[in-house]
């Protein structure tokens, strides 16, 4: 499947570009309005219905019904796949609201990671993790809740943010998938016209409004088996494996783009956009995946990007972009990032902090053997180049023979 773009996995304009739906957004607004107006009446009561009355089938039969007036439906597939002793739900995340939606079908509880405590937090619907202060701490105590019997599952989303859920699913992170050795994914697919779901830099609340608006949001939920670690399987090989699972069962791609690398897109967008509208800076050569429509050297680059994301994952995309918009090769790119002469900009401290840090980003057990050339630092400044530049130069050929095994290429004579 053809590698797509970073920009066509989010959605960044609430409205449709086509004139027609357009027009006919705009026929619809007034009755939009009359309904956000009532839903929001009714929003309220469905809260405190849903507050009022215990957990359990009657409760979810409800506040299914009292959602569909506000427009949000709920459609599943393959119910008879859940399994009961799963104690961890994993699923792609679209909007802010899947974990309520999803709720509406069987009981569980979805951790806050980060953002709102307290009253919120509750509202929400979110189980707020009291003890946890760190990243470890919240494995511990989620392990901890997982290995204790009579608990409702938990129901986590690896990607840790959303998408538009058309393109791609964002690479899945490691943790959750220590936390127990079987899981159950859930696909969820969720349409509404008209309008987007979602843009990137919109609240929940805000979310929330259009969606009162809309005329009807529709949720499908599909449940997949249960997915079982294999043995000697990593935390990550186990995600990377489900996320494909996923990918399949959705009909898009799985990509490597982080949180991270929305976050920097993101930025890069907000800042960039004035100076796109006078003229082209250099930097957007290569950057094929931010462009609405790519052209065939646009889909090259983004290949070119996918590549070079392929052996060095800890790598950010725009880094990777803006060697490649130079370079136009993956070799001499993977090269560069790795002797960090991104620019020409990096002095030696700052090759000496890249390599360092790409070093250490290798997942456990695939890592080469790196080692330092000394214990310590020589004294002078010759013993100290010699020693990075051996360091490095086992990093690259690590990175090419990755690269070489990924893509079936024949290893060269003398390399």
């Excluded at 304009?13 to 009755?31: G, H, N, Q």
């Excluded at 803006?322 to 090269?335: E, F, G, P, Y």
Aim: glycine content about 6%; charged content about 20%.
């Amino acid at each position: 499947m053809e590698t797509r773009g970073i920009e066509d996995m989010f959605d960044f304009r609430r409205f449709p570009k086509d004139t027609v739906a357009l027009l006919l957004l705009l026929i619809y607004c007034p009755v939009g309005i009359c309904l956000m107006l009532i839903r929001i009446f009714i929003g309220v009561h469905v809260f405190l219905v849903s507050s009022a009355i215990p957990e359990s089938f009657v409760r979810r039969f409800v506040v299914r019904i009292m959602c569909s007036v506000l427009g949000m439906h709920v459609r599943q597939r393959n119910p008879r796949s859940r399994d009961k002793n799963t104690k961890l739900y994993v699923c792609n995340h679209v909007t802010e609201f899947d974990h309520n939606i999803i709720n509406l079908l069987t009981p569980f509880n979805t951790p806050q990671l980060e953002g709102s405590t307290g009253f919120m937090c509750w509202a929400r619907g979110f189980m707020e993790i009291h003890s946890a202060s760190g990243r470890e701490a919240i494995e511990e105590s989620l392990q901890r809740y997982c290995s204790t019997e009579g608990v409702p599952p938990l129901l986590i989303f690896p990607e840790e943010d959303t998408t538009n859920g058309r393109v791609g699913l964002l690479k899945f992170s490691s943790w959750p998938f220590s936390l127990t050795d079987s899981i159950q994914p859930l696909a969820l697919r969720v349409s509404r016209p008209l309008i987007s779901l979602s843009t990137v830099e919109s609240s929940w609340l805000t979310d929330l409004l259009w969606t009162f608006f809309a005329p009807f949001t529709v949720y499908h939920v599909s449940w997949l088996p249960t997915v079982s670690r294999q043995d000697g399987e990593s935390a990550q090989e186990f995600a990377n494996k489900v996320q494909e699972l996923l990918a399949i069962e959705l009909g898009v791609v799985s990509t490597k783009i982080t949180k991270a690398d929305k976050a920097e897109h993101i930025k890069r967008k907000r800042h960039s956009a004035p100076q796109t509208s006078t003229r082209a800076t250099p930097g957007s050569i290569g950057l094929g995946f931010m462009a609405q429509s790519l052209g065939p050297d646009d889909h090259r680059i983004t290949r070119m990007v996918q590549q070079v994301k392929d052996v060095l994952p800890h790598v950010p995309i725009n880094v990777i972009t803006r060697d490649l918009a130079q370079t136009n090769c993956v070799d001499t790119t993977i090269t560069n990032l790795l002797e960090h002469k991104d620019d020409g900009s990096a002095d030696a401290t700052g090759a000496s902090a890249f390599g360092a840090s790409s070093i250490g980003s290798f997942p456990s057990g695939s890592s080469p053997s790196l080692k330092p050339a000394a214990k310590n630092f020589g004294r002078s400044p010759a013993d100290r180049h010699l020693s990075l530049q051996q360091r490095k130069e086992k990093l690259y050929k690590y990175a090419r023979r990755r690269y070489i095994e990924k893509h079936g290429l024949e290893l060269e004579e003398g390399h």
